[in-house]
């Protein structure tokens, strides 16, 4: 009965699901000349797993801290649920915090960590129990109950911490890089799981991450930040086929950029010139600017095609020297240098490897793309 | 690099344990002399300990210490804690330097000073209010704190830097007001700092001669006390006798802490190093042997978790 009451109140929480549920409206925060947020705007609806990514210093950090009240926003408000927090202090905000470094207290069991934030609401005692047992039943946890912190290994404290979470049933969850203090061997099954128990149980969610990987695999959407502003907010996916602009490009995934200049610009089609390429750039979309207009291109490694012979397209391709291969496994990254000097990244797949066609180093190749690989940047 | 020569280290480590351990082995050897003369030795005895069980004021002295000391520690962990706690948590408020000065000034003033001064204090207080009358216990306790305080300040606020803010703002997070995540959180995790305050205030309370000598009465002298003037006297195997009482006390009590801390710390390992042990066959075994295992292990769940997995 236990899961099944967590899920019931999910579901009757997603049956009521409308759009801005945590609302961040216009926030600023300044340490002292120090601008940490810059005016930011992020809607995010019940239920969704919303990410936070950036480099460290962009400002992701301050934004949670405000959420969870440790800050105070200089500026600009933040809703949750329709209600003003800026003036609730963090032990009445609807809001619990899952910490980088977990945060369990030493000097208390496992039970007595997740039962603390009931006990100062001042909840039943049969019911604390209850619902203690409920969330490490949740987080397979019931086990280790009666342990200290220091008895557990590194996964095992960070479902602690999840339960310890989660058992106050907040409005809205905080995850502070929640993978970062795991090895690298056992982030991504945790990854996994922990997305299950978080769509299971139903919750609301902002997640803190400088690993754009770990924001791809568990966020609905996300939002990428640099120096205190939001430069892109999206699903995963179209933030990694679509960026808009270069640091996205740059910051999820590798990708090739190649700086060039409008030429021609129809509503279904673009062509740009560039420096680095002995023909034009082709790109199957329009895009809105003037003619002239100075934009990079970005291709994903993944992408790029290698050839021996000159492709037939008369758009979109380049000539250069392989100056190095990293076998990666499932694929191998070519880096090929073109007659400039500036070097291109291409993936090839690991069956073009084992057919034995691939090029090897020094050889002199083609690096071509379709007309659908290459996104504009206007910044 | 150059080698230590093996012979020359063991010598000069030989030399300096003997000059700080030689004059404790010798009022210890001297203890059980016979002769009243400090310095003759004239045969074994325990005749100065049966002595000192008579030393009506000699016993009367020591509880008088001992309760000053203890009395000391407590007040002193009190406002010490209080203290360093600010100093490390309440950022960069003005006159932060000053008040910081202020409260470590203590440790470097010359105690004849500091003395003076609360002798000159409680002299115009008695003459102006009438209170406190005459000097006692109540004296030397207030110098004594006062003296503390500092030492018990810094130890808590060098623990309390040190310690992750992470526990208070969880603490914070699940629901506790700051006062409730100081008693329940903080307090627990700095109790090693508390500890060593305490017993630093208790040490120094104990064995302080100058403070003392200024604001003590009639009739409240502690044992320092008597033991000085009684030495000034002329130099008295009952005094030694007492010496070698007190260093078997305090001997046994360092042992005895530190035998408790280092078995504390051995186990505290022994039970991280098995629960990192467990962790290959906890997370790797995808989805997931191990923690259907764990969950066997707790009876139902197992179940209860797989049902809700598919509704």
Redesign the interface.
Known sequence: ????T??RNASAASRQQGKGFVEVIDVVKKFGDAVALNHVNLTIEKNELFALLGSSGCGKSTLLRIL???ETATEGKILIDGEDLARV?????P???M???Y?L???MTVERNVA??LR??GVPRNEITERVNEAL??V?M???AQR?P???????QQRVALA??LV?RPKLLLLDEPMSAL?K??RQ??QF?LM?ILG?VGVTCVMVTHDQEEAMTMADRLAVMSEGEVVQIGEPTAVYEFPNSRFSAEFIGSTNLFDGVVVEDEPDHVYIESASLPVRLYISHGITGPLGMDVSVSVRPERVVLSRAKPQQPYNWVQGVVKDVAYMGSYALYRVELGNGRMVTANVAGMVLSQGEAPSYGEEVFVSWNESSGVVLTK | MIKPSKPLSVSVLGLGYLFLYLPIILLVIYSFNESKLVTVWSGFSTKWYAALLDDDELITAAWLSLKIALMTAFAAVAIGTWAGFVLARFGRFRMLTLFTAMINAPLVIPEVIQGISLLLLFVAMEQMLGWPQGRGIFTIWIGHVMLCVSYVAIVVQSRVKEL?M??E??????????L?VFFV?TL??IAQALISGWLLSFTLSLDDLVLTAFLSGPGSSTLPLVVFSRVRLGLNPEMNALATIFILLVSIGVVAANQYMRASERR?AR??R???Q??PT???T??SPA?AR??R??GE?SL??R???Q?
Do not use: C, W
């Open positions: 009965m236990n899961v099944q967590l899920e969870a009240g440790f202090p963090p032990y009445h905000r809001v619990n915090m910490f980088q470094s945060a207290f030493p000097h603390f934030g100062q609401e039943d949740l397979q019931r086990k280790f200290k220091h008895q557990l290994s590194g996964g095992q310890r979470s106050k090895d061997k056992i099954q945790t799981e299950n299971k | 992750n992470a526990y703002e969880a603490a914070m997070d699940l629901g506790a007001t700051p409730k959180i627990p995790l505290r039970e991280m098995m629960a990192f467990n962790e906890v997370v790797e995808g989805d923690m764990s969950a292990g707790a769940p209860l978790t049902k809700g997995a509704s």
